[in-house]
């Protein structure tokens, strides 16, 4: 969970920041081809899956963050989902299960951040504009110019006494 926090928040004031739309597409774009390739190899419970996918879309564009893995590894921030499945398979866990989320997290950032930058490469993945509607506000007026406030916030600022004098 902590996990699953810490990235979401990450991703959503960093790469996505006024994105909310294209953000909650990588959601479904994520929970659709897990749950396709959920079904080929019997994973019931994705959730696991489902965050390894998130450090890994923040890992790779996010790759000069050092991090620092119970104080015993340094590394640099894209090979932390490969850390995390090392951790895991240490556990006695099975993989899989973080094979997913890596594969479902590569191949969102291959079609959104690789392939558009490619000589005859383009975007393959569009948010529709049905999500755009939902989740993005309209962009604010350029010459919207509000009314000066007496007091700003309502408050008697400034009728105290001077300190000091």
């Known amino acids: 969970m902590i996990f699953l926090y810490r990235y979401c928040r990450m991703l959503e004031e960093g790469s996505f920041r006024g994105r909310t739309a294209d953000f909650v597409f990588m959601f479904l774009f994520g929970g659709l081809l897990m749950t396709l390739f959920g079904l080929f190899v019997n994973l019931v419970f994705l959730g696991q899956a489902f965050t390894i996918m998130l450090v890994y879309v923040w890992s790779r564009r996010n790759p000069y963050v ?43 950032f291959f079609l959104e951040d690789v392939f558009p930058n490619q000589p005859g490469g383009g975007r393959l993945l569009r948010t529709p504009s049905v999500l755009k509607a939902i989740f993005d506000t309209a962009e604010d007026d350029p010459n919207y110019n509000p009314l000066p406030e007496e007091r700003p916030g309502g408050f008697a600022w400034g009728e105290g006494q001077r300190l000091g004098g």
């Open 66 to 108: 050092r991090m620092n893995f119970f104080g015993l590894l340094i590394f640099q921030a894209p090979f932390l989902p490969w850390v995390l499945m090392g951790f895991s398979l240490l556990l006695g866990n099975s993989i899989i299960v973080d094979l997913l989320g890596i594969a479902v997290g590569h191949i969102y």
